[in-house]
């Protein structure tokens, strides 16, 4: 899920661009980011960030967008753009091809995030109070709390907190809206292991809530 920093400082994990970089044309960056160049990935987000957040922003709804405004949106497309560069799987051969990849990450970046807000403002029964103390961190982060590091932070906090790969596994699908009986389905697994396995899940970070360890 369940993946910080804008405009120059809006893809913070994205490697800062050089002068000479900054003045190429758009084919030529395309050039240098198809041969693995994250310095070409990140002069041509910090010259089109702009663009690209204008097209966002109509993407997100009213109660999305208080809590995740389009240039979170945005530095979540940096960081998924800077690892296809890296690992080499640009494959676009002109600027429409690559405008098309930005959108299409651009799309699955709000998808996720709405997905997320929406499975914690709907939670019921004994789902609510992890719910609640989760959409209040993000808040709180998204409102820029010094500590708390922005919405994915919180997240990626709560991720890190469990034991193993599957507990992580159960959070994210679980955040991304699947049900218990699908989880289980994926995993390979019996749905009432799954079931205990989320009410485990839930009672830890409830503790490390309660802790202050989170």
């Given at each position: 899920?369940?993946?910080?920093?804008?405009s120059?400082?809006?893809?913070?994990?994205?490697?800062?661009?050089?002068?000479?970089?900054?003045?190429?044309?758009?084919?030529?960056?395309?050039?240098?980011?198809?041969?693995?160049?994250r310095?070409?990935a990140a002069?041509?987000l910090?010259?089109?960030?702009?663009?690209?957040?204008?097209?966002?922003?109509?993407?997100?709804?009213?109660?999305?967008?208080?809590?995740?405004?389009?240039?979170?949106?945005l530095?979540?497309?940096?960081r998924?753009?800077?690892?296809?560069?890296?690992?080499?799987?640009?494959?676009?051969?002109?600027?429409?091809?690559?405008?098309?990849l930005?959108?299409?990450?651009a799309?699955?970046?709000?998808?996720?995030?709405v997905?997320?807000?929406?499975?914690l403002q709907?939670?019921?029964?004994?789902?609510?109070?992890?719910?609640?103390?989760l959409l209040?961190?993000?808040?709180?982060?998204e409102?820029?709390?010094?500590?708390?590091?922005?919405?994915?932070?919180?997240?990626?906090?709560?991720?890190?907190?469990?034991?193993?790969?599957?507990?992580?596994?159960?959070?994210?699908?679980?955040?991304?809206?699947?049900?218990?009986?699908r989880?289980?389905?994926?995993?390979?697994?019996?749905?009432?292991?799954v079931?205990?396995?989320?009410?485990?899940?839930?009672?830890?970070?409830k503790?490390?809530?309660?802790?202050g360890?989170?």
């Amino acid at each position: 899920m369940l993946e910080t920093e804008p405009s120059s400082s809006t893809f913070r994990d994205v490697p800062v661009s050089v002068p000479p970089l900054a003045t190429m044309p758009v084919q030529a960056l395309l050039a240098r980011m198809r041969a693995g160049d994250r310095d070409a990935a990140a002069a041509f987000l910090v010259n089109y960030g702009d663009l690209l957040r204008r097209r966002v922003r109509g993407k997100l709804g009213a109660s999305v967008r208080r809590m995740f405004d389009s240039l979170d949106i945005l530095s979540t497309i940096g960081r998924r753009f800077d690892r296809y560069v890296r690992d080499g799987k640009l494959q676009a051969l002109d600027e429409p091809g690559l405008w098309a990849l930005l959108f299409r990450m651009a799309e699955a970046a709000v998808i996720d995030k709405v997905r997320v807000v929406k499975r914690l403002q709907v939670a019921e029964g004994e789902d609510s109070p992890v719910a609640r103390e989760l959409l209040a961190r993000m808040s709180v982060a998204e409102n820029g709390h010094a500590d708390a590091g922005g919405p994915e932070i919180v997240l990626e906090k709560a991720l890190a907190a469990l034991k193993t790969d599957d507990d992580r596994t159960i959070l994210t699908l679980w955040l991304a809206d699947w049900p218990l009986f699908r989880i289980a389905e994926a995993m390979g697994s019996r749905p009432v292991d799954v079931r205990l396995r989320w009410q485990t899940i839930r009672e830890h970070l409830k503790a490390r809530f309660q802790a202050g360890q989170m």
